[in-house]
């Protein structure tokens, strides 16, 4: 795949966490340069937006309403991307602390439960299965059956909007979409070839 | 499923990557950038570097070749060593790392783990533990073992210290087994196993690796969710695509593309 990058500005709206400097590094990797911004205009004015997040629910989204991203992320029209704790936050509620997110997606999320062998936080290498019914889209192209990396101990469970899903003792989302909004609960900035992939897929949006 | 992780570790002193004989004559194995490219090459599922001097000589880790490792490599990475409060783990983690490993100061001031935590999530919070088996069959926890003229055997034994560190916050614990460190005769496998018995988050495996059997071993016999060892990987007597052949020949789920 080829991306033009004369024709793409991206826009990482922030979220407070802390692996934006990776998030930056990956789309460098792609010869992207990926600016972290909290202003409407500059905002407005992106191809593509996305929003990083490592850390808890709560705090992220008090970032948001601190700089008022929260009002802004639901009125924008282009492509956007959560990532990790940013894709938990496109849905209507966490049980991380119990906060209300920014309700882009129907669903809630959900701590993993623990049981023999499956140890929380859900922390390594699995498998991405893309739905049968998403198999045409372009967030997911060559993306199915390879593993990408996660690090979370929350997730929503099931959704209408996934893409694809990962097995960690029960099915979880993994990616998921629903017009310009999706989200990824792995890192693509730390999932070597198939991380790159889904970036430069979401930038061919 | 979730697969296995193999974890190289890189001992980083003045900026290069150097291996000790028992944490004394440390010969420079290369420069850090180019360690770190080649073992993700060669299909390293995470990596850690440990700054060995920045301990004790009380500074933080040097912030710049942490950048440079989170600009060029695209699988995640954890830097221990130096870290003794939330601002040092901040600098590291702002700097790209994706987890911050503490030891020692740990065990000065347990908080430590919980103020990490909530500071960053548990997900970013590593403990390492060294541990070695006393004279009367208990594995208790050593300090400071990053200077031999300091090293502390504590009161405190190895299975209440991880228990305590996971209910503090450790999102992982990963367990040097100071009786089988350097002697490439295998992980501590009954140690090992003993300490998952009560882990509930992701085990590591550290201490022992002298050939390939010895990941297969550990991972089958004390259900570890990763391996580290660091001389095996930088001499090449354990080349990581083989060690992924060979582990997947033996029905372990581990990461090939």
């Known amino acids: ?205 | 499923m979730l697969s296995r992780r193999i974890i190289p570790c890189l001992d980083v002193r003045e900026g290069r990557v150097v291996k000790g004989v028992r944490f004394r004559d440390h010969v420079v194995m290369g420069e850090i950038e180019a360690l770190a490219l080649r073992y993700r090459d060669e299909g390293a599922d995470e990596l850690v570097f440990y700054d060995i001097t920045a301990s004790p000589e009380g500074r933080p880790v040097d912030r710049e070749w942490v950048e440079r490792v989170a600009r060029l490599i695209d699988i995640p990475f954890c830097v221990a060593g130096g870290i003794r409060s939330v601002a040092d783990a901040a600098r590291v983690l702002e700097a790209g790392a994706d987890k911050v490993s503490v030891n020692s100061p740990a065990l000065e001031r347990p908080a430590l783990i919980d103020e990490l935590a909530a500071a960053f999530g548990v997900q970013c919070v590593v403990v390492g533990v060294d541990s070695l088996r006393d004279a009367d069959g208990e594995w208790r926890v050593r300090q400071y073992t990053g200077d031999p003229g300091r090293t502390r055997a504590l009161p405190r034994r190895t299975l209440d210290w991880v228990a305590e560190a996971v209910s503090r916050g450790a999102g992982e614990i990963v367990l040097n087994c100071m009786g089988s460190d350097g002697a490439r005769e295998g992980y501590d496998i009954d140690q090992l196993a003993a300490v998952r018995a009560v882990c509930p988050v992701p085990l590591v495996a550290s201490g022992g690796a002298g050939a390939i059997d010895h990941f297969t071993e550990v991972f089958q016999n004390a259900d570890v969710d990763a391996a580290l060892a660091a001389s095996v990987f930088h001499s090449g007597a354990v080349p990581i695509p083989e060690l992924k052949r060979r582990l997947r020949e033996a029905g372990i789920e581990v990461r090939d593309d």
């Open chain 1, 1 to 205: 795949m080829s991306l033009d990058p004369s024709r793409i500005r991206l826009v990482l709206l922030d979220s407070g966490g802390n692996n934006l400097g990776s998030v930056q590094a990956a789309f460098a990797r792609l010869g992207i340069e990926a600016p972290v911004s909290s202003d409407a205009s500059r905002i407005r004015a992106a191809t593509h937006v996305v929003l990083p997040g490592v850390g808890a629910a709560g705090p992220a989204m008090q970032r948001l309403r601190e700089n008022g991203l929260d009002r802004l992320i639901p009125t924008l029209s282009q492509p956007l991307l959560g990532i990790c704790v940013g894709m938990q936050l496109l849905f209507e509620q966490s049980a991380e602390g119990d906060v209300d997110c920014l309700g882009l997606l129907p669903g809630r999320v959900e701590r993993l439960p623990e049981a023999p062998g499956i140890r929380v936080p859900h922390m390594g290498w699995n498998r991405l299965e893309v739905a049968p019914s998403a198999a045409g889209h372009p967030l997911v192209q060559g993306l199915d059956g390879r593993r990408a990396y996660f690090v979370h101990s929350f997730a929503v469970r099931g959704s209408a909007d996934a893409l694809a899903t990962c097995h960690h003792g029960q099915p979880f989302v993994a990616i998921a979409a629903r017009g310009r909004v999706m989200g990824a609960q792995c890192h693509p900035e730390r999932s070597a070839a198939v991380g790159a992939r889904l970036l430069a897929n979401f930038l061919s949006l």
